[in-house]
């Protein structure tokens, strides 16, 4: 069974900050991997899709790139802000399924 | 846009009762599944499907059923509700693997057992 592991668990930066968080997979043979945005009490909101064949994503301050040699994924994130805030999982696609990490929690301070 | 809709948004259910936690999506996705999350853990597959008529199971089927009678349409259905199944539940939609990976989720439904 494979497994995703984020690193960190929970993170607390000043507003304005660069950050990285981490997403790793057992298996580096990875499909796709998405990456989501949840709020408090909310649903997932998709960031960043990279597919099999890609190495990176962009969408405005975020950067997603993928390295399946290392079985990893990371998230960057650009000039934090307050509105930031919010629990980021990472999903690989497993066969027809998407397999979840537990998530990294992130509180950007003004 | 509605994306994928569920309902309700919350219940609370007394052991041995049984529901059904409705979605439904309006972007011809062939695919859609049930996950449910349970605090500081990640999302798990309960169920999924590929298409209309064709069901599988996930990580953690035990306790629940579901159908799909329609492209659209993808209840759970929980039988003999017990309190392990206090949860929040999340229906996500996509084309597939190949057609276009991208997941859209719920909203969730949050469930409690008492």
């Known amino acids: 069974k494979q497994e995703v592991t984020q690193i960190p668990a929970a993170l607390s930066v000043p507003e304005g900050e660069n950050l990285v968080l981490n997403c790793s997979f057992t298996d580096s043979a990875i499909y796709n991997l998405q990456w989501f945005r949840q709020d408090p009490g909310k649903g997932l909101t998709s960031l960043l899709l990279?597919?099999?064949?890609?190495r990176e994503q962009t969408s405005g301050r975020l950067n997603a790139s993928l390295d399946k040699s290392s079985g990893r994924s990371t998230l960057y994130i650009a000039a934090s802000q307050p509105g930031d805030s919010a629990t980021y999982l990472c999903?690989?696609?497993?066969?027809?399924?998407?397999?979840f990490g537990p998530g990294t929690r992130l509180s950007v301070l003004p | 846009n509605a994306g994928v809709t569920q309902t309700p948004k919350f219940r609370i259910l007394k052991i041995g009762q049984s529901m059904t936690l409705q979605c439904t999506q309006d972007m011809n996705h062939n695919y859609m599944y049930w996950y449910r999350q349970d605090p500081g853990m990640g999302l798990k597959l309960i169920y999924y499907?590929?298409?209309?008529?064709?069901?599988d199971k996930g990580e953690v089927p035990n306790g629940y059923n579901v159908s799909r009678s329609t492209t659209e349409d993808f209840p759970l259905r929980l039988e003999l509700a017990a309190p392990s199944q206090t949860s929040v539940y999340f229906c996500?939609?996509?084309?597939?693997?190949?057609?276009?990976?991208?997941?859209?989720f719920g909203q969730g439904t949050r469930l409690t057992v008492v």
């Open positions: 996500a939609s996509s084309y597939g693997p190949q057609g276009g990976p991208e997941a859209f």
């Open positions: 990279i597919q099999s064949s890609q």
């Open positions: 999903a690989r696609m497993e066969g027809q399924n998407f397999v």
């Open positions: 499907s590929v298409g209309a008529g064709i069901t």
